[in-house]
């Protein structure tokens, strides 16, 4: 007899541009997938063109403004944002679809999507990502091939006022090693899977049984 689904939660994973979330969250869903622990990264609805190679509901949802302020108007949206002209959202029915099925489902936005998301689900948990350094973060940055001082500069003061929100967050992991953080994501997931009603829901039959035979009803 299969296991029942234990619904899944919401995992607001934020961080400045450079820190690493995006490593994070994807070898996150690789390494619960290979524990048996369903995991997605959250798809996201944008307004914006697709990049060269980006396919469409595997990166985003693609959709146009008239389409995107529709889903606005029908309440279709956990969170929406405009950033630089473009909007994104997170789809409503999709999120408590997967949440049904018992998927633990991480949403790779920002401090303002996390304020809404917590404001509609006050169970969802937020996670905030640093980098180890100032200067470490300077050095990723510059690393993607952004020579410009004056772009750099730009992005280190958005990377300073994204940061500036860390205690807004229910947990806080510095990605200094990338394993060791890894780990320490892994871990917030898998004690969330290991509370008591999660735990009495999958070893329903257990439990019963084991009180049963001790004659304790």
Do not use: C
Request: proline residues 5%; glycine residues 10%; aromatic residues 6%.
């Amino acid at each position: 007899m299969s296991e029942p689904a234990i619904p899944g939660s919401i995992w607001i994973v934020s961080a400045p541009s450079g820190a690493g979330k995006t490593s994070l969250t994807r070898a996150l869903v690789e390494r619960l997938g290979q524990r048996g622990v369903p995991a997605a990264i959250s798809v996201s609805y944008t307004t914006r063109a697709p990049r060269v190679g980006e396919v469409d509901g595997t990166h985003y949802h693609f959709v146009d403004d008239a389409r995107f302020l529709a889903m606005v108007e029908a309440g279709e949206f956990l969170e929406h944002a405009d950033v630089f002209g473009r909007r994104y959202g997170t789809g409503m029915a999709e999120t408590d679809r997967q949440l049904a099925a018992g998927t633990e489902l991480l949403l790779d936005i920002d401090w303002q999507g996390a304020r809404q998301i917590k404001g509609r689900r006050p169970g969802a948990l937020g996670v905030f990502v640093l980098p180890p350094s100032a200067a470490e973060l300077e050095r990723r940055l510059r690393g993607r091939g952004q020579d410009d001082p004056a772009v750099i500069a730009q992005r280190m003061a958005a990377a300073r006022a994204e940061m500036s929100h860390f205690a807004e967050y229910d947990y806080l992991i510095v990605n200094d090693d990338f394993e060791r953080a890894l780990d320490e994501l892994q871990t917030l997931v898998l004690a969330r899977r290991l509370r008591l009603p999660a735990q009495q829901l999958r070893h329903a039959d257990l439990l019963g049984g084991l009180l049963a035979a001790n004659g304790v009803e």
